[in-house]
T-cell receptor, first 116, second 108 residues
Framework: EPEVTQTPSHQVTQMGQEVILRCVPISNHLYFYWYRQILGQKVEFLVSFYNNEISEKSEIFDDQFSVERPDGSNFTLKIRSTKLEDSAMYFC??????????????FGPGTRLTVL | GIQVEQSPPDLILQEGANSTLRCNFSDSVNNLQWFHQNPWGQLINLFYIPSGTKQNGRLSATTVATERYSLLYISSSQTTDSGVYFCAVDGATDKLIFGTGTRLQVFP
């Protein structure tokens, strides 16, 4: 069964460093998302991406964040200068369509980011 | 924005017991999904159910869109059912808005 994959599963970094989290969405899906979950809290939307551009972003998704689809399969989230409060589980998701029709989102296993 | 509330926040069961988890949402939605977050943190899709009733093995879900709630039923619970159950909805936009979850612990 097709699934969303994410690498790495766990990333440890020093405050101020840049990190890139990678995702491979399900191959025939057209809509891509990043969410994050701070330990013990609920899952929060960061950004959605369609047709090579951001379609929506949350207040959390400030200038230190960026997303890219560098090729036909990968979808990346870059954090330019990590802060302690960026420590969280980051989930990638994809869906075949968007709101208004069948738009079930499928989530990857997550990348646990620890900022020291 | 849409508010999503889940109840109860915590649930402790003995193996074999049945349970009902509730999700209330504050506005009409296009998408409603139930997830199980396992102890490793993975979000497992349980149901895509913006309306109606679905069943999958020991789990079933019902969404009454006109009354803005959804229910997840777990029958004959097993220790592997332990974890956090999240309801998530979207309105007119792409993003899923998650509830705060129900933490389920099933003991042998």
């Amino acid at each position: 069964e097709p699934e969303v994959t994410q690498t790495p599963s766990h990333q440890v970094t020093q405050m101020g460093q840049e990190v890139i989290l990678r995702c491979v969405p399900i191959s025939n899906h057209l809509y891509f998302y990043w969410y994050r979950q701070i330990l013990g809290q609920k899952v929060e939307f960061l950004v959605s991406f369609y047709n090579n551009e951001i379609s929506e972003k949350s207040e959390i998704f400030d200038d230190q964040f960026s997303v890219e689809r560098p090729d036909g399969s990968n979808f990346t989230l870059k954090i330019r200068s990590t802060k302690l409060e960026d420590s969280a589980m980051y989930f990638c998701a994809s869906s075949i369509t968007t709101s208004g029709s069948y738009n079930e989102q499928f989530f990857g296993p997550g990348t646990r980011l620890t900022v020291l | 924005g849409i508010q999503v509330e889940q109840s109860p926040p915590d649930l402790i069961l003995q193996e074999g017991a049945n349970s009902t988890l509730r999700c209330n949402f504050s506005d009409s939605v296009n998408n409603l999904q139930w997830f199980h977050q396992n102890p490793w943190g993975q979000l497992i899709n349980l149901f895509y159910i913006p309306s109606g009733t679905k069943q999958n093995g020991r789990l079933s879900a019902t969404t009454v869109a006109t009354e803005r709630y959804s229910l997840l039923y777990i029958s004959s619970s097993q220790t592997t059912d332990s974890g956090v159950y999240f309801c998530a909805v979207d309105g007119a936009t792409d993003k899923l808005i998650f509830g705060t979850g129900t933490r389920l612990q099933v003991f042998p």
